[in-house]
């Protein structure tokens, strides 16, 4: 479907002068260092056998990189497939009215599909450019980083069943309130409104529409071509936090154990308090933070903190933070989400603390 239409045009879409800005540093900065760290550890590790902590910067990269590649070209792929969506399409499957159902809706979408917290990343601003509610944004971005159907798979081997259910019903529950909180400031002028939200036409009828735009389209090689280059474009302020953050996990990781930190991890509050700083400070993408959280709940005896590691990482993502910031152009935006869902998140991994464990 092709969304060349004046109401199909984003706001956030740079302008022809804004291409021509200066480099972007931190992107290219940030990826340069990701690629040579990666091929150092692939092709040369004995240059670096000498530097233990360069080492483990190199070796994280490696790891983090090759378990999160494919999350993030799915995601830039969403993208891509959101850029070619009209907007009246995203809207009407994520509800167009405000309140309780389009926030389930997005709820939803964020628990059922299966991408990394990168990965959803890239999908969510994608949505808010399209013109969903700073509400469903969130809690799409919330619901979705671990609940992915391959994550659950792992975490049922790791935890079981029963524990698994009550951490994915939890972490709905989290979504829902943090976007009916978020909209609710919207409507009170404290955060900003969605400066792409648009109205669905009346005639406006999904299956009828959809089949006349697949029909209307031409899937040629041009097609397919600016398919992939807006997918990678409309990416790329969203991959350069990414690149980022694996950078800065990687040097926490050369200089800071995690087993010992995890050592530290008692089902008390003070350790529940210990899980969160941990998860604020090592940012780990959602494939790393499940088996770190089984295990807190296997080893440290801590369902709760387990519960803490996974959702306070959403919470308290520096990454997450950024991208919100620069999607709505709003640092209060931003700093709302662990405002509104960190203190969800600890009562939550209390109470789970003490019903399990006492």
Request: charged fraction near 15%.
């Amino acid at each position: 479907m092709s969304n060349q239409s004046p109401i199909h045009q984003s706001s956030c879409c740079p302008s022809s002068n804004e291409a021509k800005k200066k480099t972007d540093w931190l992107l290219w900065g940030s990826l340069s260092t990701v690629i040579i760290a990666y091929g150092v550890h692939f092709f040369a590790t004995d240059l670096i056998a000498s530097t233990p902590a360069a080492q483990h910067f190199m070796h994280s990269v490696f790891e983090l990189i090759n378990t999160m590649w494919w999350g993030l070209a799915i995601g830039i792929l969403m993208v891509a497939l959101l850029g070619k969506i009209p907007r009246e399409f995203v809207i009407s499957i994520l509800g167009k009215n405000k309140g309780f159902s389009g926030i389930l809706r997005a709820t939803l979408a964020g628990v059922l599909l299966d991408l990394c917290s990168h990965g959803i990343l890239m999908v969510g601003a994608k949505l808010y450019e399209r013109g969903a509610s700073a509400g469903q944004t969130i809690a799409f971005l919330v619901a979705s980083p671990w609940n992915s159907l391959s994550l659950t798979l792992i975490l049922i081997a790791l935890i079981g069943l029963k524990l698994t259910l009550l951490f994915i019903l939890l972490s709905a529950v989290i979504a829902v309130i943090a976007g009916l909180i978020f909209d609710r400031l919207v409507e009170k002028r404290v955060l900003p409104e969605n400066p792409n939200s648009i109205d669905i036409p009346e005639d406006f009828n999904f299956w009828a529409d959809a089949k006349k735009g697949v029909k209307n389209t031409q899937f040629d090689g041009a097609y397919w071509k600016s398919f992939f280059i807006d997918g990678i474009k409309g990416s790329r302020p969203i991959l350069r936090w990414i690149m980022f953050g694996i950078v800065l996990a990687s040097l926490i990781k050369g200089f800071v154990d995690t087993d010992t930190l995890q050592t530290w991890f008692g089902a008390s509050f003070g350790g529940l308090m210990l899980t969160i700083v941990a998860a604020t400070i090592i940012e780990v993408c959602s494939e790393g933070s499940t088996p770190i959280a089984a295990d807190l709940v296997t080893r440290a005896a801590a369902p709760g903190n387990g519960f803490a590691f996974l959702m306070a990482g959403v919470a308290t993502d520096y990454t997450e933070i950024m991208v919100l910031k620069e999607m709505a152009k709003s640092w209060r935006f931003a700093l709302f989400l662990p405002l509104i869902t960190l203190p969800q998140v600890i009562l939550m991994s209390w109470l789970i603390n003490i019903a399990t464990v006492g």
